[in-house]
């Protein structure tokens, strides 16, 4: 039931397959410390992303989205936690067994292993 719900959203009904080694490739050619609005501007101008259904599209953009992206942290007892669900569960659904989150200052240190995506230190 939850992986037809899935497919009848639509922004995340896009193929994950298809959509994550594009979006891992683009965080691979930003750099970490770059400039959240220089991101956000850069994805909706990446002709691999712009070139891609509109389904796969949708899903790109909500997996780049600087002003909403996949964040976690530690709260106050010491437990992750995570926003983005809606996008995780989806994830999880699809098979998908990592997507990419948002990690600065004010975020946990990521696990050790953690893949980081964007090359440089890990500040945003």
Known sequence: MIASRRAACDVHAGDWAVVLPVVIAFLARCRATADPN?????????????????????LAQSLLNTRDPIKYWNNRHGHYEANGLHRICWAR????????????????????????????????
């Open 38 to 58: 220089a991101i956000s501007q850069a994805r909706r101008d990446d002709r691999h992303i712009t070139s891609l259904a509109p389904p796969e599209f949708r």
């Open 93 to 124: 659904t699809a098979g998908i067994p990592a997507v990419p989150v948002w990690f600065d200052n004010t975020t946990a240190r990521p696990p050790s292993d953690a893949v980081l995506l964007q090359r440089g230190e890990p500040s945003h």
